[in-house]
């Protein structure tokens, strides 16, 4: 296994996992940012994102000394042979990936560079940035009058948040791009446990490897834009997405993964993939219509369910609705693109007061949604049912399934259950005596 140290340069989301779990399998890391207040309480054990079983990895590697955090990203680069570049690639106004953080690491390690180097992209980056980065660092080389060899590769992420730990641990396949055969080993030793418990290793060249990452976000976007609109027709036709959902997925070509309805995706990936991805197309001068009407899908999809909303209670204004679930999914506390965004913001729109829930993400949304009124944020689900004229479930947090329904309808003004997660039967919550929506079911 790889005995060196290795720099991680980013400690969002993708560096501060790939950082801890690494440390986790036993190598040396060191994970470098220039926030200094992040830095200062990382050392000090304090973790800034909610991740299931991140907190007791990160605990026993700091214990273990195995990861350190700094700021002094020219000790990080002169220390390590391996840099993985895992810092942010927000989006600009027209949806390509902004790069600037990319390249200003690159610039920084052509600077300060003084041996052999790989130089990793963990960033979700468009085909062609790998080039870029070698442009750079020998741009930088060439400036400073020295000559030193280094490969730039790609190492795409694949991690689901609120799975992220798993995903890393075990992988459904590590995908390695580059040119050189010495960077391509090196890597293959870092992952050597991974190799080791028979996880598949894609071995290919940097613009593949790069195109690998946009494409797969892609295609499960479409798979789920795509159950969504059959969703929506079965509510039209009578049949049960459920159903049909299931013997879709039993076709070994087809995979019952990615096949389950609800209110739109959302996330820091899907959205802002998609969008790069026919941003990059159109540079190419090159038409992707399947993902430009997947991207366009999954917003009618959250506008939708505030129609299905209206048409249940007719006019929204003054009254109260309870929300469930503000974060994207479940098991994290990310709210980026989350439908509730959406939902939230048209019922305020048309008059509507909002109670709000969700156990991880409360914080995150205050911080996110600033100058909104009229929201009232709860500490249980009760609270939010207390005096509400309808319950809205976004999120599929399991905490939601054991909802006392009985003990609900006592505290509810009225008796309106929409449920954008399909968690509960249909038949079963109607003889409660509640008026009862879902996805694609009768």
């Known amino acids: 296994m790889y005995n060196k140290r290795i720099a991680i340069v980013g400690t969002g989301y993708v560096g501060l996992v790939q950082g801890i779990c690494m440390a986790d399998f036993g190598l040396k890391v060191l994970?470098?940012?220039?926030?200094?207040?992040?830095?200062?309480?990382?050392?000090?054990?304090?973790?800034?994102?909610?991740?299931?079983?991140?907190?007791?990895?990160?605990?026993?590697?700091l214990k273990k000394g195995s990861i350190d955090f700094t700021?002094?990203?020219?000790?990080?680069?002169?220390?390590?042979?391996?840099?993985?570049i895992a810092v942010g690639t927000p989006p600009n106004e027209n949806w390509t990936a902004d790069l600037q953080n990319v390249f200003s690491v690159a610039k920084s390690i052509g600077t300060y560079m003084n041996?052999?180097?790989?130089?990793?992209?963990?960033?979700?980056?468009?085909?062609?940035?790998?080039?870029?980065?070698?442009?750079?660092?020998q741009e930088q080389l060439d400036d400073r009058g020295v000559k030193y060899d280094f490969n730039v590769a790609s190492n795409p992420e694949f991690l689901r948040e609120g799975k992220a730990v798993q995903d890393f641990m075990v992988p459904d396949r590590v995908v390695i791009g580059s040119d050189d055969e010495r960077a391509i080993e090196i890597l293959k030793s870092i992952y050597r446990p991974l190799n080791l418990n028979q996880v598949p290793f894609v071995i290919t060249d940097l613009e593949s490897s790069e195109m690998i990452k946009y494409a797969s976000n892609a295609f499960l976007a479409t798979k789920v834009a795509f159950?969504?609109?059959?969703?929506?027709?079965?509510?039209?036709?009578?049949?049960?997405?459920?159903?049909?959902?299931?013997?879709m997925g039993m076709d070994?070509?087809?995979?019952?993964?990615?096949?389950?309805?609800?209110?739109?995706?959302?996330?820091?990936?899907?959205?802002?993939?998609?969008?790069?991805?026919?941003?990059?197309?159109?540079?190419?001068?090159?038409?992707?219509?399947i993902i430009e009407i997947v991207i366009t899908s999954n917003e009618n999809q959250k506008k939708r369910m505030v129609k299905?909303?209206?048409?249940?209670?007719?006019?929204?204004?003054?009254?109260?609705?309870?929300?469930?679930?503000?974060?994207?999914?479940?098991?994290?506390?990310?709210?980026?693109?989350?439908?509730?965004?959406?939902i939230i913001t048209e019922?305020?729109?048309?008059?509507?007061?909002?109670?709000?829930?969700?156990?991880?993400?409360?914080?995150?949304?205050?911080?996110?949604?600033?100058?909104?009124?009229?929201?009232?944020?709860?500490?249980?689900?009760?609270?939010?049912?207390?005096?509400?004229?309808?319950?809205?479930?976004?999120?599929?947090?399991?905490?939601?399934?054991?909802?006392?329904?009985?003990?609900?309808?006592?505290?509810?003004?009225?008796?309106?259950?929409?449920?954008?997660?399909?968690?509960?039967?249909?038949?079963?919550?109607?003889?409660?005596?509640?008026?009862?929506?879902?996805?694609?079911?009768?």
């Open 252 to 289: 070994g070509r087809i995979g019952s993964k990615f096949l389950h309805p609800g209110p739109g995706y959302g996330g820091s990936c899907f959205p802002k993939d998609t969008r790069a991805l026919v941003a990059i197309a159109q540079e190419a001068k090159e038409a992707l219509p």
């Open 31 to 61: 994970n470098v940012d220039l926030d200094e207040e992040k830095i200062i309480k990382l050392k000090s054990g304090k973790i800034p994102i909610y991740e299931p079983g991140l907190s007791d990895k990160f605990e026993r590697v």
């Open 71 to 84: 700021t002094d990203i020219i000790g990080a680069i002169e220390e390590c042979e391996v840099i993985f």
């Open 308 to 342: 299905k909303i209206c048409n249940a209670m007719g006019d929204v204004g003054g009254k109260t609705i309870g929300v469930l679930g503000l974060t994207f999914k479940a098991e994290t506390d990310d709210i980026r693109e989350s439908p509730a965004i959406v």
């Open 115 to 137: 041996d052999y180097k790989v130089i990793v992209t963990k960033s979700t980056v468009p085909v062609g940035t790998g080039r870029k980065i070698k442009t750079i660092v």
């Open 347 to 442: 019922l305020l729109r048309l008059g509507a007061n909002i109670k709000a829930y969700d156990p991880e993400g409360i914080p995150n949304y205050k911080t996110y949604v600033t100058n909104a009124r009229n929201i009232t944020y709860c500490f249980d689900e009760y609270e939010v049912a207390k005096g509400a004229d309808a319950l809205v479930i976004i999120t599929e947090w399991n905490e939601f399934r054991q909802i006392d329904l009985v003990a609900i309808a006592e505290l509810m003004n009225d008796k309106y259950i929409f449920d954008f997660r399909n968690m509960f039967d249909p038949q079963k919550v109607r003889e409660m005596g509640y008026h009862y929506e879902s996805i694609g079911r009768k």
């Open 227 to 247: 159950i969504n609109e059959v969703a929506n027709l079965c509510e039209k036709l009578g049949a049960d997405v459920h159903m049909v959902a299931k013997g």
